[in-house]
C-alpha cells in the first residue's frame, strides 16, 4: 500500500489549520488516514510547526512519500536531517553519538533563528505600533491646531462685530451734528429774512409820513 505524508485540512473557513499525516495516497485528501504526525498552523507568524520526530521518521523508513508542502515541514523540524544521519549510522558512516551531536547543534541554531525571527517580528510590530501612535499623534496635533485656528477666526469676526456696532452710533451722532450744523445757518437766515420783511413796512410808513409833513410844509408857505 503506498502512503504518502500530507496535510489534512481543518480549522474553519478562512482560518485554516492542518494535520499532518501518514495515509494511503488512493485515500481522499481529508478522508480517513493512518497516524498523526504532527500539526501546522498558518495563521501564526512565524507559523506553527509541531512534528513527533520519532512517528515520522518511521514512516519515512516504510517508505513514504511527503508531499512537496509536508517535505518543507518535516525539513524545517530536522526530521529529513535525523532521518539522513540514521542512515549513516546504518552504513557505518557515524556513531550514534556522533549523529546526536550533529543533530542536537543544528536543532540548537534552529530554535535561535527561530527565536531570532520572532523577536524580529515583534520589533517590527512594536515598531509599526510607534509609527501609529506617533501618527496619531500628529494627527490629533493638527486636529487641534485647526480648532484653535477656527476659534481664533470666530473670535476676531467677533470682536470686528462688536467694533463695528460700536462705531455705528458715533457715526451717527457725528451725521447729526453735521446736518443740525447745515440747518443752522439756513434757520438764521430765514430768521433774518422774516425780520428784515417786518422791519421794512415801518420804513415805508416813516418815509412817507416825512413825505406828508414836506407837503404840509410847503402848503402852509404858499
Known sequence: MPVKIRLQRHGKKGKPFYWLVAADSRAKRDGKYLEKLGTYDPNTNPADVKIDLNKSIVWLEKGAQPTNT?????????????????KGIKKGALTEEEAEKRF?????EKEKNIENK????KKSLSDKKDQALEAEKITREKRAEAVRIAKEKELKELEAKEEAAEEKPAEEQTQAKEEAA?????EEQTQAKEEAAEEKPAEDQSENKDESSKEESENSKD
Open 104 to 108: 542536537l547543534k543544528w536543532l540548537d
Open 182 to 186: 447745515e440747518e443752522k445757518p439756513a
Open 118 to 121: 520572532v523577536n524580529k517580528i
Open 70 to 86: 509536508a517535505r518543507a515541514l518535516l525539513s524545517y523540524r530536522g526530521v529529513l536531517l535525523k532521518h539522513h544521519l540514521n
